[in-house]
Structures are given as C-alpha cells and as structure tokens.
C-alpha cells in the first residue's frame, strides 16, 4: 500500500497570518512617517531640487557656486540616499504622500463600489520610466540657458506647494494647474505614478552610485508562469514575485517592473 502523507496546513496558514500582519504594520509605520514629514517638513523637495536648478544657473552664467541653503539640502539627501537608500522617495517626500493618499483613496472607492481598479498598460509604463531623464534634461538646460524664469506658473510642484503653504493665489498658474491635475489622474490609477516617471529629482537619485551592501537584490529564479515570466528576487524582504525599483526606493511586482529591469 502506498503511504499518504500529510502536510500540516496550520504553520502555513500561520505564516500567512503574520506575513499580513507585518505588511499591514509596515504600511501604518510608513503613513505615520509620510504623515509626519508632510507636516514638518513640506518642502523639502523643493528645496533639493531648487539646489538643482541653482547649479546649471551658476554654471550658465559662469559664475561661482556658493553653499546656499538650497544646495546644501541638495547634498545633504544625495549623501543619504548614497548611503542609505531611497528613504526620501519612499517616505520624506510630500508630493510622493500626497500621491500615496490619492492611490490610497481611490483604490478604497473601487472596493466599495466593486469595480477593478484601472491600471495603465506595461507597455506603456516601461516607455514612461524615461521621461523623469527628459523633465530633468529639459528644466537643467532652461536654467543653463538662464530663460527658466520666464517658465514661472507651468510648475505643478510649484502649484502644489502653494496650495500645501495656504496660499491661494494662483492667478498665472493656470498651466501648473493643469499639470497638476493630470499628474493626479495618474497618482490615482498607478502607485507613485509621478515619482516613477516625472520626477525629475528621481531622475537625479537614480543617477546616484548605491552601495552594493544595501541595494542588493539577487534574481535567483527565472520560471514561466502563465503566458509570462516571473522572475523571483531574494532581499531584505524575504523571497516574492516582487522586485526593487532604485527610482522610487520600493518593492513593486516584477510585472509593473519588467521593462525597467536595471
């Protein structure tokens, strides 16, 4: 007679149960960050990226750089995120919580109202990655050629950190308004929809050197699943059909990551 054996399901289901509890305390951890930095430290982005903006002006110009509090912001989170990773993108940055909340909200909405979220297209993200380089590419050059000033009321960051400050008159930002609310259909229907392809300060970090030691994610498993490839990566996190993305400092699923493999 053959002898059946019986695999326990209790330690698996087990195992399942405190995956999620650690998931769900994660992300409480994580909005209670997002939450605090939001409220104390608002600008932050801004401020880096005006560190940026600073530089190819000075270099335009020929003129010397000082250590303006714009550029020292700049240094200081480049040499974090050197060191330590993504924690700004992920956590500290005001725009990228703003547009966690809106993804948040509006993947709630969808559960109630029981209809799948929409989800723009893999083959169309993988082409999005590439235009943070080109927003970047294009404000350095305008400030290089010194004619950025005369760009003043197309920034959506520029608007929302208006609108974050209490400051209503945005008599002139008519382009920044538009821009913004285009960036917030994205935020809602695709997580980190800005940081992941219009952030142009993403586009910076991601230009970064990163430590080996705290980057380091190990593809150990190629197999074919369906009508696709999932690949499986060990990290910190354990093993997952998941995959870390440098540009926003977060895991993500390999499918939404496929066209942006490093």
């Excluded at 030691?213 to 009508?227: G, I, P, W, Y």
Aim: glycine share 8%; net charge positive.
């Amino acid at each position: 007679s053959r002898n059946i054996i019986y695999k326990p399901q209790n330690s698996e289901n087990k195992k399942c149960l405190d995956r999620k509890k650690q998931k769900q305390v994660h992300r409480y951890v994580r909005a209670i960050i997002q939450l605090i930095f939001f409220l104390l430290v608002p600008s932050a982005f801004t401020a880096a990226f005006s560190g940026v903006k600073y530089l190819f002006t000075q270099i335009g110009k020929g003129d010397a750089i000082s250590m303006t509090s714009f550029v020292t912001a700049l240094c200081v989170l480049c040499l974090y995120t050197i060191l330590f990773g993504r924690f700004f993108c992920g956590f500290a940055c005001a725009f990228g919580s703003f547009g966690d909340a809106l993804h948040g909200i509006y993947l709630w909405i969808c559960k109630k109202i029981r209809k799948k979220p929409y989800r723009i297209s893999e083959k169309i993200t993988k082409y999005l990655y590439l235009l943070k380089y080109i927003v970047l590419a294009m404000i350095s050059l305008l400030c290089y050629a010194g004619v950025y000033a005369k760009t003043k009321g197309t920034s959506p960051w520029e608007v929302f950190s208006m609108i974050r400050a209490g400051n209503f008159k945005l008599g002139g930002y008519a382009i920044g308004i538009v821009l913004l609310t285009i960036l917030m259909i994205g935020m809602c229907v695709q997580e980190r929809f800005f940081c992941r392809f219009f952030c142009p300060m993403g586009a910076v970090f991601s230009l970064l050197p990163a430590l080996p030691f705290l980057t380091r994610q190990e593809s150990v498993k190629t197999a074919s699943k369906d009508a696709g490839h999932v690949r499986k990566t060990v990290g910190r996190t354990g093993t997952s059909k998941e995959r870390f993305d440098r540009d926003t400092g977060r895991m993500f699923p390999v499918s939404e990551v496929r066209g942006h493999l490093p």
